[in-house]
C-alpha cells in the first residue's frame, strides 16, 4: 500500500478568465485603488500572472494583501501560498499557516487541505496529526480529491484517527472516481489484498488500469501483474469497462 504523498496546493485560483480590454483593466485599478476587495484580488492576479502588466510579485501580494484583510477568502489562500513559496514575499511557513487557517475557516477547501498538509508535516504548527486529519476532512467533504486521498491513506494507517480500513477504501474511492492516480492506486491494492472490501482480482485490474493510464508506473506494473490471475474474458471485460469510464468523463 503506497504511503501518503502530500503535495500543497499551490495553483492559484483567478476570477477572471480571458483576456481583459485596456479599459477594462483600467477600471479594476480604480476599483482595486477605493478598495474594493474583488478588484484588489483580481489586479492581484494579473501582476501575478503577468498579463496586461509587467510580471510583478511583490505587487501581486501587495494587492492579495490588501483583498484578504477585508476578508476575500480566495485572496487569503494565495496569499497562504505566497508565504509558503517564498514568492513576491519572503518564506514564512508561520504567516502562510495565518492566512491559510483564515481561508478554511471560511470553508475555502484548497486552505483546508493546505493547513491540513500544514499540520501533517509539522510546517509553521506543531506537528499535529488529529488535526491533519480534522482539516483533511472538511476539504474531503467538499470534495477535494487529494484531501479525500490523504485522509484515506490516514484512516489507512492509523495516524491522527483510528485505523479503519473500511474508511480508508471510502475515501479512496471518492477521489479515485475524480481521476487521482494515486487513490485508485491504492484502491485497486484493497481489491487485490482484501483489505476493507471483498477481494476482486477484476475491480483491482480495474482500478490499476486507470491509474497507470493516469501515468502511474508502479500501477503499470502491477496491472500487468494481476492480469495474470485473470482469464482472457475477464480482461477483456474490464478493459471495455475503463475504455466507458474514460468516455463517459469526457463527455
Not at 477572471?16 to 483593466?25: A, L, M, N, Q
Not at 500572472?49 to 484583510?69: F, H, P, R, Y
Not at 491509474?211 to 500487468?224: F, I, K, L, V, Y
Request: charged share 25%; hydrophobic share 40%.
Amino acid at each position: 500500500m503506497r504511503r501518503i504523498v502530500l503535495l500543497l496546493l499551490v495553483v492559484m485560483v483567478a476570477v477572471i478568465t480571458g483576456c481583459v480590454k485596456k479599459d477594462e483593466f483600467g477600471s479594476m485599478q480604480k476599483a482595486a485603488l477605493k478598495g474594493e476587495a474583488l478588484a484588489q484580488y483580481n489586479l492581484g492576479w494579473y501582476y501575478y500572472n503577468g498579463e496586461e502588466v509587467e510580471q510583478d510579485l511583490t505587487e501581486a501580494v501587495k494587492w492579495w494583501t490588501s483583498a484578504a484583510e477585508q476578508g476575500h477568502a480566495a485572496a487569503q489562500y494565495n496569499l497562504g501560498v505566497c508565504y509558503d513559496l517564498g514568492e513576491g514575499v519572503e518564506r514564512d511557513y508561520e504567516k502562510a499557516v495565518a492566512w491559510y487557517r483564515k481561508a478554511a475557516e471560511q470553508d475555502y477547501a484548497a486552505a483546508q487541505y493546505n493547513l491540513g498538509v500544514c499540520y501533517d508535516y509539522g510546517k509553521g504548527v506543531q506537528q499535529d496529526g488529529k488535526e491533519a486529519v480534522k482539516w483533511y476532512l472538511l476539504a474531503a467533504q467538499q470534495g477535494d480529491a487529494q484531501a479525500q486521498y490523504n485522509l484515506g491513506v490516514c484512516y489507512y494507517f492509523g495516524e491522527g484517527i483510528e485505523r479503519n480500513v473500511q474508511e480508508a477504501v471510502k475515501w479512496y474511492r471518492k477521489a479515485a472516481e475524480q481521476g487521482d492516480a494515486s487513490a485508485q492506486y491504492n484502491l485497486a491494492g484493497c481489491y487485490y489484498m482484501g483489505e476493507g472490501v471483498v477481494q476482486d482480482f477484476e475491480e483491482a485490474y480495474f482500478w490499476y488500469l486507470l491509474a497507470a493510464a493516469g501515468g502511474d508506473e508502479d500501477a503499470m506494473t502491477e496491472r500487468d501483474y494481476v492480469a495474470d490471475d485473470l482469464s482472457q474474458k475477464q480482461v477483456a471485460r474490464v478493459q471495455a469497462r475503463a475504455s466507458q469510464w474514460f468516455e463517459e468523463r469526457q463527455e
